[in-house]
C-alpha cells in the first residue's frame, strides 16, 4: 500500500472553534483534494453523583437545531491545555459541581474522516455542590439521570452524541 503523501495545506476559513483547510494529497500517484478541519480538542465528564445517577446537560445545539441531552464537556482553552484542567473546569462551569477525584476514561476522536478533533473522557466522582458559570450565550440545565435509562435512549437511537454514547457505554462496561 503506497503512503498518502499530503502536499498542500491551505487555510480557507477561520471560525471561532475551527479551522477550515484544503489538503491537496497524493493517493496511489493520483492528486485529490482533501477538507480537513483542525479542532484543539476537548474534554468531556461523566459526572456520577453518591447515589451512582450520572449528571447530564441539556443545550441547544445549533448544528442539529434542537436541544440535545449530553454529558458535560468544552473545548480547551488552549491547544496545550491539559485536558483533564478542561474537564475539572468544565464540570463545574456547566453542572455547578466539582469532583474529589477525576480519572481518565478513554479518548473519542468524533469525526475521523475529515476532522482532528479529540475528546479526552473522564469519570467524576465525590462530587460537591458549587454553581454553574455559565457564558453569557449559553443556556444549560442540569439532570441526574440512571444509567438504564440513559442507555435505553442510546438504544432507542435518542440520544445520538459520540462522546455521550462512548464515555456513558465505557463507564457502565467498567464499573457496573
Not at 37 to 43: L, M, Q, T
Not at 54 to 62: A, I
Not at 89 to 110: H, S
Request: with cysteine; aromatic share 8%.
Amino acid at each position: 500500500m503506497e503512503p498518502v503523501k499530503r502536499l498542500k495545506r491551505e487555510l480557507r476559513a477561520q471560525g471561532t472553534v475551527i479551522g477550515l483547510y484544503k489538503d491537496t494529497v497524493e493517493v496511489n500517484g493520483q492528486l485529490a483534494e482533501w477538507d480537513y478541519i483542525h479542532h484543539d480538542g476537548a474534554a468531556c465528564v461523566v459526572a456520577v453523583t453518591d447515589n451512582g445517577k450520572l449528571l447530564m446537560v441539556r443545550q441547544y445545539r445549533n448544528a442539529l437545531d434542537r436541544f440535545t441531552l449530553e454529558l458535560p464537556a468544552g473545548k480547551l482553552d488552549s491547544p496545550d491545555e491539559p485536558t483533564i484542567e478542561c474537564a475539572i473546569r468544565e464540570l463545574e462551569e456547566e453542572t455547578g459541581y466539582v469532583a474529589e477525584k477525576m480519572e481518565y476514561l478513554l479518548t473519542v476522536n468524533t469525526t475521523v474522516a475529515f476532522c482532528n478533533e479529540k475528546v479526552d473522557v473522564y469519570l467524576a466522582t465525590g462530587l460537591s455542590k458549587t454553581a454553574q458559570h455559565l457564558d453569557p450565550e449559553e443556556e444549560i440545565n442540569v439532570e441526574e439521570w440512571d444509567i438504564e435509562d440513559l442507555k435505553k435512549l442510546i438504544y432507542e437511537g435518542k440520544l445520538t452524541d459520540g462522546k455521550t454514547i462512548a464515555g456513558i457505554m465505557t463507564y457502565a462496561a467498567k464499573y457496573l
